[in-house]
């Protein structure tokens, strides 16, 4: 297996665009995860999918902040709009189920850079 | 708030010495411990990981530790090789509210030097 597949692997974008983090899990997984990796705050869960459901999203900064699962293969990160504080490496995990003390594994990360 | 700390931002030992890398809690709900090794422009991978039911666990060159009464645990790496160089990161998880969450460290960066 390739394991899980993130892209774009760096962007930069200007203040207020919209951006979008893909992330391909690993075949087989049920459990997604998205973070977050900034030198102030570390590594921080945003969301975590478990059958493409959802359950729990309340490490999402703000409402521009969102992200979606529409199949067991795919998922989203979406920024719209955009800000420097945003900038950060977004990292996208999966684990072959719900508990969290499953291990996971982790994509190599999208660099976002919004100037 | 918190929960997780990893005081020393980064540790440097010889090769064949042994590496410590702690970990303090706050949480005492917290009841299993994973650690995670990062290298550069890669993401983390699970490394090793302990129950709070128990205070040791080995593997190969790598031992956690777990004290729960002091809220500590750490990371014995012996003897340290050149490869061992990257960060680690400490990461708790426990049941919140019928949700469980997975609480990072701000890691340690490890250098081991020839």
């Known amino acids: 297996d390739a394991g899980v597949i993130q892209s774009p692997r760096h962007e930069v974008t200007e203040m207020g665009q919209e951006v979008t983090l893909r992330c391909k899990p690993i075949?087989?997984?049920?459990?997604l995860f998205w973070y977050r990796q900034t030198m102030m705050r570390g590594l921080e869960l945003l969301i975590y999918?478990?059958?493409?459901?959802?359950?729990?999203d309340s490490g999402m900064p703000e409402d521009r902040f969102s992200a979606k699962m529409p199949n067991a293969s795919f998922s989203t990160l979406k920024i719209q709009p955009s800000e420097p504080r945003d900038s950060a490496v977004y990292f996208c995990?999966?684990?072959?189920?719900?508990?969290?003390?499953?291990?996971?594994?982790f994509g190599p990360g999208t660099r976002l850079t919004v100037l | 708030d918190q929960q997780v700390k990893q005081n020393s931002p980064s540790l440097s030992v010889q090769e064949g010495r042994i590496s410590i890398l702690n970990c303090d809690y706050t949480?005492?709900?917290?009841?299993?411990f994973l650690w995670y090794k990062k290298y550069p422009a890669e993401g983390p991978t699970f490394l090793i990981s302990?129950?709070?039911?128990?205070d040791k666990n080995e593997d190969g060159r790598f031992t956690v530790f777990l004290n729960k009464s002091a809220k500590h645990l750490s990371l014995h790496i012996v003897p340290s090789q050149p490869g061992d160089s990257a960060v680690y990161f400490c990461?708790?998880?426990?049941?919140?509210?019928?949700?469980?969450?997975?609480?990072f460290g701000k890691g340690t960066k490890l250098t081991v030097n020839p």
């Open positions: 995990a999966s684990s072959p189920t719900g508990d969290l003390a499953d291990t996971q594994y």
């Open positions: 075949s087989g997984h049920n459990s």
């Open positions: 999918f478990n059958n493409n459901v959802p359950i729990d």
């Open positions: 949480n005492s709900m917290f009841d299993y």
């Open positions: 302990i129950s709070s039911i128990k």
């Open positions: 990461a708790p998880t426990h049941n919140q509210g019928g949700s469980e969450k997975l609480v």
